[in-house]
């Protein structure tokens, strides 16, 4: 079946340790992105990335890392500049029409301690 | 800038009545694409509808309807004769056209709570 996975589900680290997150896509899709959620918020996009080698800066990018090699894979790096690391992150990926959806993959929830 | 705003932070209802949930969005464009989306508590977000700002008509799916309103920057989403599956987080999105600098990305609402008891 096609989708998007996110590993792991849940992720714990110490305060000050970089840490990666993984985003797999077999939908053949080129736009891929990922998003932070906090709770009671809506989504904030961190990155995204259109085709392979290029990615954007999102809303809220300080802190964060991304690379894209792959078409596939899109994983996001959580660096020890990032202050407030503690939150839901979720990938999504969509093909190149206008107008069409995200699709999202489970998210990873990442706690530091 | 492109701003979503959903005023209702939760709506709790009882089962078998109908919920609407409010969007109002802001943009410069008039080409544009409006989304909802359902969080249930296993986090990953479900795609529900998709309307884009050249065509209002407002239709049914099911259970789900919207009212797409361009006068009032308004795309309010509605869920008939409730079910308990249906306690979620629901999220409005909005899309501006896709150019080199921003492809697809999506602005979010702040989310609205529903919880359908039985």
């Known amino acids: 079946d096609g989708g998007i996975t996110q590993s792991p589900k849940y992720l714990f680290r110490k305060e000050g340790q970089n840490v990666t997150l993984s985003c797999e896509q077999n939908?053949?899709?080129?736009?891929m992105y990922w998003y932070r959620q906090d709770p009671g918020q809506g989504l904030r996009l961190i990155y995204y990335?259109?085709?392979?080698?290029?990615?954007q800066k999102g809303d809220i990018a300080e802190g964060y890392s991304v690379s894209r090699e792959k078409k596939e894979s899109f994983p996001l790096t959580v660096t020890s500049a990032q202050k407030n690391p503690t939150a839901f992150y979720l990938c999504?990926?969509?093909?190149?029409?206008?107008?069409?959806?995200?699709?999202f993959g489970p998210g990873t929830r990442l706690t530091v301690l | 800038a492109q701003k979503v705003t959903q005023a209702q932070t939760e709506i709790s209802v009882v089962e078998k009545e109908d919920v609407t949930l409010d969007c109002v969005y802001e943009?410069?464009?008039?080409?544009?694409?409006l989304f909802w989306y359902k969080q249930p508590p296993s986090g990953e977000l479900v795609f529900l509808i998709r309307?884009?700002?050249?065509?209002?008509q407002n239709e049914i799916s099911g259970r789900y309807s919207w009212n797409f309103q361009k006068s009032t920057s308004s795309f309010n989403f509605t869920i008939t004769a409730s079910q308990v599956v249906d306690s979620a987080v629901y999220f409005c999105?909005?899309?501006?056209?896709?150019?080199?600098?921003?492809?697809?990305?999506?602005?979010f609402g702040a989310g609205t709570q529903v919880v359908v008891t039985p």
């Open positions: 990335s259109q085709i392979v080698n290029d990615f």
């Open positions: 309307r884009n700002s050249f065509d209002e």
């Open positions: 943009t410069r464009d008039t080409t544009y694409y």
């Open positions: 999504a990926s969509t093909p190149p029409i206008p107008g069409n959806e995200q699709f």
């Open positions: 999105a909005l899309s501006d056209v896709m150019t080199t600098d921003s492809w697809g990305k999506l602005q």
């Open positions: 939908l053949n899709h080129d736009a």
